[in-house]
């Protein structure tokens, strides 16, 4: 079936230490995104590409890092400059006319 | 970027029609006007979009004002599985960003 694959759903960091989440789509879409959710919050946009090769910098991407080097594929880092990573994140993607696909989300606590 | 203003909450009761609002007043020629909900710890769930006219889908029908400047989501019968979160977004059709508000979280009460 096509969706969007998240991994891991949750993830235990601690100080100092960067970590990637995962995110794959295999409905031909174009447009990839990344939303971070804190508890009781709306999705705030961290990166957003629109191809492969190229992405843009959303809202609140410092701390952060992407790459879109396969057009199924766009992970996410977290740098150890994001000084409150703990939260929720979603991963969606788009075709031309713009519905969001969004995945099951990974859940990171920073211990 | 454009931005939306929604009621924090709404409140109705089973088999009732609700009628979720949204205030966009600087949407822009080229914005599409979505709406998505979210049940708690998954991911938001597409609903409707628009640009001009009035849709309607299997889910909910999405009212456009004249001018733009707002809009309401209709449900034509609520059910408790249409309580979550409901979020009005703008889509720039010329860059694909997405930006989400806070949303207006719907109870349902039996």
């Known amino acids: 079936d096509g969706g969007i694959t998240q991994s891991p759903k949750y993830l235990f960091r601690k100080e100092g230490q960067n970590v990637t989440l995962s995110c794959e789509q295999n409905l031909n879409h174009d447009a990839m995104y990344w939303y971070r959710q804190d508890p009781g919050q709306g999705l705030r946009l961290i990166y957003y590409s629109q191809i492969v090769n190229d992405f843009q910098k959303g809202d609140i991407a410092e701390g952060y890092s992407v790459s879109r080097e396969k057009k199924e594929s766009f992970p996410l880092t977290v740098t150890s400059a994001q000084k409150n990573p703990t939260a929720f994140y979603l991963c969606?993607?788009?075709?031309?006319?713009?519905?969001?696909?969004f995945g099951e989300g990974s859940r990171l606590t920073v211990l | 970027d454009a931005k939306t203003t929604q009621p924090n909450s709404m409140e109705s009761n089973e088999e009732e029609p609700v009628h979720l609002p949204c205030n966009h007043s600087?949407?822009?020629?080229?914005?599409?006007i979505h709406w998505y909900r979210q049940l708690p710890s998954q991911g938001p769930e597409y609903v409707i979009h628009?640009?001009?006219s009035n849709v309607n889908n299997r889910m909910a029908s999405l009212a456009i004002a004249e001018d733009r400047k707002s809009s309401t989501l209709i449900l034509h019968r609520a059910t408790l599985r249409d309580a979550a979160v409901y979020y009005c977004?703008?889509?720039?059709?010329?860059?694909?960003?997405?930006?989400f508000g806070t949303g207006t979280r719907l109870q349902v009460f039996p």
């Open positions: 969606a993607s788009s075709s031309g006319w713009g519905e969001l696909f």
């Open positions: 977004i703008l889509r720039d059709d010329n860059t694909d960003k997405l930006i």
């Open positions: 628009g640009l001009t």
């Open positions: 600087t949407i822009s020629g080229t914005d599409y």
